[in-house]
Nanobody, 123 residues
Framework: QLQVVESGGGLVQPGGSLRLSCSGSGFTLGYYAIGWFRQAPGKERDWVSCISRSDRRAYYADSVKGRFTISRDNAKNTVYLQMNSLKAEDTAIYYC????????????????WGQGTQVTVSS
């Protein structure tokens, strides 16, 4: 069984920080490109960030660039999303996903998805 599990969500004030974790069970995340997505109520799911397999190159949506950082710790079979300077518009369910890596970039399709973790930014 291949499973992706997110954790680390919660309630935070504007300007605060959270670190989300994405862990793999039954497979090694280091073999895959990993993406983070989010979905706010009544809105479509949006891509947030991803990290490549081999060189750990990171990519970000314009809305989070400079505030969020994605990273890998292959020894822990975990990918992190560090979220700083959070805004109310960052409120969403955040999903981690794994997919086969591309030669450049991250993945064309994500095959394995976590259950999501809620991030709420509010005063």
């Amino acid at each position: 069984q291949l499973q992706v599990v997110e954790s680390g969500g919660g309630l935070v004030q504007p300007g605060g920080s959270l670190r989300l974790s994405c862990s793999g069970s039954g497979f090694t995340l280091g073999y895959y490109a990993i993406g983070w997505f989010r979905q706010a109520p009544g809105k479509e799911r949006d891509w947030v960030s991803c990290i490549s397999r081999s060189d750990r190159r990171a990519y970000y949506a314009d809305s989070v660039k400079g505030r969020f950082t994605i990273s890998r710790d292959n020894a822990k079979n975990t990918v992190y999303l560090q979220m700083n300077s959070l805004k109310a518009e960052d409120t969403a369910i955040y999903y981690c996903a794994a997919g086969p890596p591309l030669a450049a970039g991250c993945a064309a399709k994500y095959d394995y998805w976590g259950q999501g973790t809620q991030v709420t930014v509010s005063s």
